[in-house]
């Protein structure tokens, strides 16, 4: 951990141009335990810069390993303060400034009701020195910061709640009702959303959002409808920095556009960014007010479209002035917009965070996400493009072992999870130990994949699971023909949709591959429509699975015959997102049809598996698990310590 510009030499940039280069890391060997490198915790995550700059806050893990601890970090002096908030069932999620002095931290855990696992959400105000601790609101995170008035937050209702003592205002009558309410900055109520009903059987129907004026008096205006049967639905993001607009992200000729959209009756939606290949993502809000300063998007990476050129400008400048052209986020800004909270990384740096100062002209690293891979050859990421069987180009990318010949490997076909959701060329850990320990990878974004619009997305990757397994088998196909891989050592591994991906891969075309790894899977999509009934989401995961014959052949349990290699599972018996109980339907499934496989559940453990020693077991014995069934020629590293996780028996 690198804190303050003491500890590091600050880089000065040229004076009225941003025209500074930052030494290159060395490079050096691989690390003697890939397993403990790879799969360790980074350091810093959900950095947050306080309102003078002068000081971060960021999640680092705990001693204890699986558990986060929030450090305070003063710029100027190096010191670091560790502020202790984890309870036995909640930890932090996320810690940001109210004041200099005091923080409002998301805490977050899995509770366990009737058998039911939830995510539970509190929110509770702490000073930095971990003083003065008090829990605001229980399960709920939606809130106004209120940067203009020190003692107070507002929740949705437009109530005013004290972030010393707790005590709450007085709620505004006129809002209880249904649905989200949302106030801007200034804690007036301006927002709300209007829950419809399901038009008819099978259907989920639509919403409305309704929007007043600034003074947050006078009529509501229906701003927006949303669609809940559409993949592209309209997504409200606040307002624009006039406040005046609404933007929204919303359909537009088969892609999500960010949208503005003026608070006044029979508005017409009106462009601000749109890209002609892919959706756009969000809406990137730093500083004082969260006011918008960019429209974010994906193509081979994440890429920012900044509203203001002395941004787009300061972007590039970084880009340019930090080793290995990695993409850059400006994550926040201090109050005054001087100083600038920097996030860089790419495929060969797993990630610093870095502190631009305007005034002085001056970049310095402030925090480096994982130091045990600092001056480790990293594996070069490329996108690629092949075609599926019926002749569509299915995009992705191939992480490169190094220092290996592009020809004969053994390989990985490591599909996304979501199943909506897409990979882009960056830093995956996952992926990086693999082409580390010899393997070329491939990651590809088969249809059913987000971000690419409405007909990408088809019926998502479950209801249209055969076209989701074809493109990515079909990437395994192409690899070899490419000469990259070796037919006889291909594997395939995945987490979450992508652990369903590996399963129901070998069920397709069984004896393609030689084994499968599968994380935290779904296994069962009969069973994942029942794990939900209870829930408030039931509605969703119906319409997402949806009914018919794909339900029963589409769910690898049902098929545990058809698999013919060996097979590895994970899981976490915390998990809130699949429930163990998948894992353990496909363990009883695949011995009852005496096919070779092993279940490790690490217990206590959410759907992430956030915890150091659980992921270096877990790439360790994946390994040794590929090795073996390729015949031992990919490298793998030895057991270092006993193993956490306990095989399901």
């Known amino acids: 951990m690198r804190v303050g510009a003491r500890a590091i030499a600050a880089l000065v940039l040229g004076s009225g141009a941003y025209g500074a280069t930052v030494a290159t890391p060395p490079t050096g060997t691989m690390p003697p335990d890939l397993a403990a490198a790879f799969g360790a915790r980074p350091l810093a995550w959900n950095v947050s810069l306080s309102p003078d700059g002068s000081k971060i806050t960021y999640l680092t893990p705990s001693r204890t390993g699986g558990g986060t601890a929030v450090i305070v970090a003063d710029l100027k002096t190096g010191k670091m303060q560790a502020v202790s908030i984890n309870t036995k069932t909640l930890h932090p999620q996320s810690c940001r400034f109210k004041t200099e002095t005091r923080l409002i931290c998301v805490l977050g855990g899995v509770g366990d009701i009737i058998g039911i696992k939830l995510n539970f959400r509190n929110l509770l105000a702490i000073d930095t020195d971990g003083g003065r601790p008090k829990v605001l609101a229980a399960n709920s995170g939606i809130f106004d910061w209120m940067p203009d008035d020190p003692g107070h937050i507002s929740f949705g209702g437009g109530i005013r709640t004290d972030v010393l003592t707790g005590v709450r205002g007085p709620e505004d009558a006129s809002l209880r009702r249904p649905g989200d309410v949302h106030t801007d900055s200034g804690g007036h109520v301006r927002l709300r959303a209007s829950s419809g009903t399901p038009t008819f059987a099978g259907h989920l129907g639509s919403y409305y959002w309704y929007a007043r004026p600034r003074d947050g008096r006078g009529d509501w205006i229906k701003v927006a409808t949303v669609d809940l049967d559409a993949h592209s639905r309209v997504s ?120 631009y100062d305007r005034d002085k002209h001056t970049l310095g690293t ?44 053994p390989a990985i076909i490591m599909p996304h999870g979501g199943p909506s959701a897409r990979d882009a060329r960056g830093f995956d850990w996952l992926a990086q130990f693999f082409a580390a320990s010899g393997y070329v ?209």
């Open 441 to 649: 990878v491939l990651q590809p974004n088969f249809r059913g994949s987000s971000g690419y619009g409405d007909s990408w997305f088809a019926k998502n990757g479950f209801q249209s699971w055969p076209t989701a397994i074809g493109d990515i088998n079909d990437g395994a196909h192409w690899v070899v023909a490419q000469d990259y891989a070796d037919p006889r050592r291909l594997g395939i591994v995945g987490w979450s949709y992508g652990g369903y991906a590996a399963l129901q891969a070998n069920i397709v075309e069984p004896g393609l591959y030689r084994a499968a790894i599968a994380v935290a899977p779904v296994t069962d999509l009969g069973l994942l429509k029942e794990d939900a009934r209870y829930l408030n989401i039931a509605p969703l995961i119906e319409a997402m699975v949806g009914s018919g014959p794909h339900v029963a052949a589409g769910s690898p349990t049902r098929r545990a015959a058809e698999i013919k290699v060996p097979v590895l599972i994970f899981s976490g018996d915390k998990d809130a997102n699949v429930d163990i109980g998948q894992s353990r339907a496909m363990d009883a499934a695949l011995r009852s049809a005496g096919r070779p496989h092993e279940l490790i559940v690490y217990p206590g453990l959410d759907h992430q598996l956030d915890d150091s020693s659980a992921r270096a077991d877990l790439l360790r014995r994946s390994a040794a698990f590929m090795a073996q069934a390729m015949g031992g020629e990919a490298t793998t590293t030895a057991l270092a310590q006993p193993l956490p996780g306990t095989r399901d028996r």
């Open 366 to 409: 402030v925090a480096t996400v994982r130091p045990a891979l600092d001056g480790v050859p990293l594996a070069r990421v490329e996108a690629v493009t092949y075609a599926a069987r019926d002749g569509t180009k299915i995009p992705g990318f191939v992480t490169w072992p190094p220092g290996k010949d592009r020809r004969g490997l």
């Open 236 to 355: 409200v993001e606040g307002f624009d920095e006039s406040g005046d607009n609404v933007l929204a992200l919303m359909p537009r000729d088969g892609r999500l556009a960010l949208m503005r959209i003026p608070i006044k009756a029979d508005a017409q939606p009106q462009l601000v960014f749109a890209h002609p290949e892919v959706d756009v993502d969000d809406v990137l809000r730093i500083g004082k007010y969260d006011r918008p300063v960019a429209a974010v998007f994906t193509t081979e990476t994440i890429s920012y479209e900044y509203f203001d050129p002395e941004l787009k400008r300061l972007s590039k400048a970084l880009t340019k002035a930090i080793p290995g052209n990695p993409t850059v986020n400006i994550l926040g800004e201090s109050w005054d917009g001087a100083k600038k909270l920097v996030e860089a990384s790419s495929d060969t740096d797993a990630g610093h965070y870095y502190l």
